[in-house]
């Protein structure tokens, strides 16, 4: 991947190029000039450019970035390719001050230079200061930008002309008029796909001629049978709610209604209205309104159920190699309850050929893993078997173990006591998302290091007694209590869910999965807490894993 030449006196250096929008992506003419300058400048500093990353069209305020990420990667790897990176400007490597700043000590630790052909900054104390100035600055035109983006987006908008994303299924662009080079354009109906639009209405209202009127799923698998596509995708249950909610095809279309950098709504008076041609007449899409809002869930009055349902959200379809979850379907008025899979339910059957099974008959078989294999001394002995093990080599390595996590637990504290001196310098704003996201990071690696500690300082006896197989017995006995306690149905979703991390359903086997630690933290802690949440790694089966269940 990387060439040397050995003949060389040069360093290795990478190049890294950006550019934010997918016209620039397709027309830019500077991009090879400025990769020719880059090159020369590189070798004039003593280095040769093996490899140039580019992203084309991404924003340089987020990482997001494929060729970004890959070239971190490759630079901090531990074959050190490269002593340094070039960049035109610091604005193309990154638009957050924040960020750029992690990334080039990111870098400056594996000992790769972060140089701008533009902006050169030197070293020293004050390229730092100089640096921070610079790509301030650049955040802070980027903000502007954007605002002024915005407004010339609203404006254009508010005259009733198309902002350049592609337009609903049913509609296609044309140029309305021309403002010097720019061209403006608007929306028209296209014939071709506004007829599946009328058809998929009909379908909900009328049907198809030989049966009545058809739910959502019932379309999907309609049109997904006969190969009718949504250009060039597969119809879903999400994506024909959406046509039969969309006002455009009553002539109305919003703009502004979500914030383009963070994805979340704006108020309803910030939307704009922009006037586009009609599809289905007003009558007709108040009526499919009318009945999309009876049958929501969130109006329609709730099927009452001795239970709720125990697998939710860990049972898996495992047929011939579907992975899509599996979703609860009933009959007869909610008398009969099944498992079906939800990609069949809601596609149509495209990457499932169906796998339907009774609740009743997987509740029981999982339950009756969990009481008579998993919840018996002898097959706990078996998993907790390190836990048990109270050797000379095992009390050393979970010493060993305990002194890293300690070591690592620091380091934790020192980074959220680095975050925070940000905030009291004025670094960051106390609202930062990236604040909040890497402080809930690190939080969470806390609790997790507290956790495997707590266990550990029990197996060595530092806190408490040692896991013994009198213990391991005793919350055997217990758990097999909890599970048929009548009194809280609710509370054995809860235990299951404590000890299952999935349950893959075929027609003819089911195979439950969970997670060792599970069962290590509740045996060495107090298993009696019904509200303590853990934390879930490494695996174990119920009849086969590398200790051996016997098959009986």
Known sequence: MFQDDDSSDLLPACIYARVSTKRQAEHETSLEDQQAQLEA???SNGFRITKTYIDAGKSGMNDRRPEFQQMIGDACSKQRPYKAVFVWNFSRFFRDEFEI???????????????????NVGTGPYARMLRNLMTTNDAISSEINAAQVRTVMAANANGGFWNGSIPPLGYRTYIAARRGTKDKKKIEINPLESALVE????????????????GIGRIVKYLNTRGIMNRNQVFSTSSVHAILRRETYIGRHYYNCRDSRSGEPRPRDEWITVEVPKIIPDDIFAEVQS??????????????????????????CGQLGCTASMMLMTGKSGRYRYYCCADHRTKGGVNCSGNTVSMPMVDDAV????????????????????MLDASNDAHAERKRRLTVLRKEESDVRGAVRALLKTVENGVLEPDDPDLKERMALHKARQASISEETAILERQLGTNTKRVTPEM??????????KLHDPADPLMRQHYVRAF????????????VRGPRQAIEHAVAGDFE????????????RARQESNLWPQD
């Not at 391991?472 to 209590?481: G, S």
């Not at 299952?500 to 195979?511: A, G, L, N």
């Open 41 to 43: 400048i590189a070798a």
């Open 367 to 386: 339950m009756a893993v969990l009481e008579k294999r998993l919840f018996q001394p002898d097959r706990l002995n078996l998993l907790l078997q390190g």
């Open 199 to 214: 058809r998929i209405f009909d379908l909900y209202l009328m049907g198809d001629g030989v049966n009545g009127p058809m």
């Open 529 to 540: 807490d019904e509200t303590r949440v853990r934390s879930f790694v490494g695996g174990w």
């Open 101 to 119: 700043e992690g990334y080039r000590r990111r870098l400056e630790k594996a000992g790769v230079e972060l140089i701008s052909a533009t902006q």
């Open 472 to 481: 391991v017995e005793r919350f055997a006995a217990v758990m097999r209590k």
């Open 291 to 316: 009945r999309l809002t009876a049958h929501s869930p969130k109006v329609s009055a709730p099927r009452t159920h001795t239970s709720p349902v125990l697998l939710s959200g860990i049972a898996k």
């Open 500 to 511: 299952v991390s999935e349950v893959e359903i075929t027609r003819d086997k089911i195979t």
